[in-house]
């Protein structure tokens, strides 16, 4: 009798699609399951490779399935759109990942414990409040300017704000919008008390980890560090620190053909949260190196013939790839010796 050596798992809320295949390539199942006949199917099977597309919930289906034996192996859902035939359906779809999964050049996403998965939460928590209140304090700000009252950007002049507000000798604002926008400024403040909740969680969480502890040595603080434990699963899946950078988005577009290289923009490929807080400390670097913070010689020069937000794009791709040295040799990171006054 046949064996089922691959199958493809089309992941879905409630009705999941599989596609299981012999040595030979021949089908040996097509089917539906509901969620609650998934482990069930995959207990009964034979020890076999499954493959799935690495999605919303794929995390979890990865380890409950290895836990049975199989050899699960996780792809970008951009890696399987080629292998799709003609219209998209479910039962084309697991056909797809069934073929792209057996591929000798097809990369994988390495499964994430769920303890990382929780890490990652905590800093997608802070980050959407860190949105919620950016939204709040604008609004506020837009409301003051309307009766005359001008702020300037960040948090300090918001602080500003909120005390005026709360000045009842203040005639420049209405009662009924004092009373609205004092609202604001609760939701401000309530934002900003759990915002820092959230940081001493995450400064705890870093300062057990060793490898975050030292991530924390290079320019960025305790949020990068997190950011990279919870985001790399291992990074000795990276063969070089430049792939590791292109990995975070950092470096050029190739559109190339016929000989010609032509470089465009910066990828914005993968982790979005980590090249953006790579992006935001490069960018400080830079503002500060022009009030007198000494920087590398390469960076000096670099300021002089390129723009601002250039030299901060090729600083996070510095910082990335310094931080794939230290996580696969080891060791804290070291400053240049060759430091110019900007």
Not at 85 to 108: H, W
Not at 142 to 153: N, P, Q, S, V
Not at 285 to 313: D, E, N, Y
Request: net charge positive; glycine share 6%.
């Amino acid at each position: 009798m046949e064996k089922i050596i691959t199958v493809g798992l089309d992941l879905a809320k409630s009705i999941f699609q599989v596609h299981g295949i012999a040595e030979n390539g021949k089908v040996l199942v097509r089917r539906t399951l509901r969620r609650s006949q998934v482990l069930p199917f995959f207990r009964s099977l034979p020890a076999c490779v499954v493959g799935m597309e690495a999605c919303a919930s794929a995390h979890h289906w990865a380890r409950e399935i290895a836990a049975l034996g199989h050899s699960v192996r996780m792809m970008p859902p951009a890696y399987v759109k080629p292998y799709v035939k003609r219209n998209k359906t479910d039962a084309a779809d697991a056909e797809a990942i069934c073929e792209a999964v057996n591929r000798p050049t097809m990369r994988f996403v390495p499964v994430k414990t769920a303890e990382q998965q929780a890490a990652s939460m905590i800093l997608r928590t802070r980050e959407m409040l860190m949105k919620q209140r950016s939204q709040t304090a604008n609004a506020l700000r837009a409301h003051m300017a309307e009766l005359g009252i001008i702020a300037g950007t960040g948090m300090a002049s918001i602080a500003k704000l909120l005390v005026l507000l709360r000045d009842e000798k203040d005639n420049r604002i209405p009662g009924a919008a004092r009373f609205a926008l004092i609202l604001f400024a609760e939701q401000i403040e309530l934002l900003t008390t759990r915002i820092e909740k959230l940081d001493r969680e995450i400064l705890v969480a870093v300062r057990k980890d060793p490898d975050a502890r030292r991530l924390m040595s290079i320019p960025g603080g305790p949020l990068i560090a997190a950011t990279v434990r919870t985001s790399v699963v291992d990074a000795r899946d990276f063969a070089t620190a430049r792939d590791f950078a292109a990995w975070t988005g950092l470096t050029p577009r190739a559109q190339s053909s016929g000989g010609k290289e032509r470089l465009g923009a910066i990828s914005k490929r993968g982790n979005r949260q980590l090249r953006t807080l790579l992006i935001v400390g490069a960018t400080s670097i830079i503002k500060l190196a022009k009030r007198g913070l000494k920087v590398p010689l390469w960076i000096r020069t670099m300021l002089q013939r390129r723009p601002v937000k250039v030299v901060s794009v090729a600083l996070a791709n510095k910082i990335a790839r310094t931080i794939w040295a230290l996580l696969v040799r080891g060791g804290n990171y070291q400053a240049p010796a060759a430091m110019l006054k900007s």
